[in-house]
């Protein structure tokens, strides 16, 4: 999905290298964006960062996984 963007340019300056220079430029980013910016524009604070690991049993889900599949 792409974006639109309507700009000004004065009559001195040629269209088509503006538009050359503006695609080389969106080239070069490569479509990498700032992960501070899709933080920002997804809302995710600091606290949203915190993950919560519980210990597992490895165990007893073998156990489940071999009741599971049929052998």
């Known amino acids: 999905m792409g974006k639109t963007a309507a700009v000004s340019i004065p009559p001195w300056i040629d269209e088509e290298e503006f538009r050359r220079v503006v695609e080389e430029v969106v ?24 993950e919560d690991l519980e210990a597992v049993d490895v165990e007893i889900l073998e156990a489940r996984e071999r009741e599971r599949l049929p052998l």
């Open 27 to 50: 080239k070069r980013l490569g479509g990498r964006v700032p992960v501070q910016e899709l933080r920002r524009r997804l809302g995710i604070g600091p606290e949203d960062l915190v």
